[in-house]
């Protein structure tokens, strides 16, 4: 039980003077001055906050005009002030016919619970003073509870929209448009399905934190996009990636990016699955979902810290060109497609009725391909004429490194069906000189291929030649190794 003078909140309102039991206490005084101006504001017939420093805010522009303004300015928000950490702000202040867009600009380090960008005409422009977002900055808008993205667009140039430590949402409808800056990230949010715009050239950003991805996303990186993940992630949402136009996955600094059962990524075109582009360091990728490379172009796959395919690897057009670590998992499959567009097939010139391939569906340019026990799946768009011989080299292992391990149930020179006809597997092929001896790549060849050690003895007897085995020979000048 407290033994101090208590004060009324009447005595404080009405009396002309600090009342002297409360001349010297610090609470009475606090009181005095917030009811001195609250209840002349309830004489006006004017609202009070519910608590201190919790307003919401709506966005007003600068005279009226819905043109551009900047966020940090006073009178461009209703009420008078600039949104502050607990407080909400709304962009709803034009609704048509004033069917113009409208840009808050924001330069400067700011924090908001919630952000509401809920006009079909409403642009928020972080980190520029100009609505084409020219000269950016570097900033960090952060947002403790939600970015809610109904209506109209926020536009990253340049900095960090981030979550507080517990995270925060985005919500879809309006689009989060990515711009070309490397300083761009993306922290400790949740991003609804449909919000991230990679429509801009070179766009690109990194997720940091626990930044996840919605169920059912689908994003689309066409244009030199690149999407970063700064920190240890497994992707566990059903997602889709589409790569095209030089656009590429990357794992940052020393983390792991494993890519779930539900996610799948489609490569059309040239485009990239690797490590470095925010953060350098010894980053790693695993899949457990679905790879296709299709139409055309080259899939390079290189994060530094190697790529285990636990999942399927799909190549129907196109090549996929390896320059770090591939390791397969045992219940992983390799699914492959044979046409015009990732293999070339010519006769060969000193055998009409043979057949070979002019090009390889995987390149090996560094690192160690590990085949693990995988499944493989081939077939064919193309009929094999039952009169001609054919070699498919399916590996072109360029680097001087031992292909490890075999495919499922398929030891050197066992058989395999293909469009009807039988093909024997070797692993000890050699791409440069079209033999299906004498190197360290693989073939399908539909004349038996011979054992190592059964070929090394000939070779030491009959032909006195040693040290051929999954040596690498050079690389003829006009071969089209890819």
Known sequence: MSLLPRCSAASLASAPSVPTACASRPACWM????????????????????????????????????????????????????????????????????????????????????????????????GSASADGSNPVNVTYTVSNALNLTAGNYHLYRGTLAGDADGASITGGGHLILYNNSDNRIHNMSIAAGTLDFSAPGAQVAFTGSTTLANTTSLTLDNNNR?????????????????????????????????????????????????????????????????????????????????????????DGGNVSVGSNLTFGSSSTFNLTLNGSTIGTQADPNDSNLIVTTSSPVTITNGQLDLGNANLVVSTTFTLDSNKDYRFFIVNNQTNNSILGTFNGLPNTSSITIGGRTFYIGYFANFATQDVIGGNDVVLSTTPVPEPLHVLGLAAVGLGTVGWLRRRKPQPANSLAV
């Open 31 to 126: 009181m005095r001055a917030v009811l001195g101006v609250a209840l002349p504001l309830a004489v006006l017939g004017l609202s009070t906050p519910t608590a201190l420093g919790q307003v919401s805010y709506t966005w007003a522009a600068p005279g009226g005009v819905p043109n551009i303004g900047a966020y940090e300015v006073n009178t461009n928000w209703s009420p008078n002030g600039v949104p502050g950490v607990n407080d909400t702000a709304q962009t709803n202040g034009f609704p048509a016919p004033r069917e113009t867009p409208y840009y808050i600009t924001l330069t400067s380090n700011r924090l908001i619970t919630t952000l509401n960008v809920n006009n079909a005409y409403s642009n928020f422009v972080h």
């Open 227 to 315: 999407l970063g993940f700064q920190q240890t992630t497994t992707l566990s949402n059903t997602l889709t990636f589409d790569l095209s136009g030089s656009s590429i996955l990357s794992v940052e600094g020393t983390n792991t990016l494993t890519f779930g059962s539900n996610v799948t990524i489609n490569s059309t075109a040239n485009s990239r699955l690797g490590s470095g582009l925010f953060v350098s360091g010894t980053g790693a990728m695993v899949n457990q979902g679905t790879i296709n490379k299709s139409t055309g172009g080259t899939l390079t796959i290189n994060p530094t810290g190697g790529f285990s395919n636990q999942g399927t690897l799909k190549i």
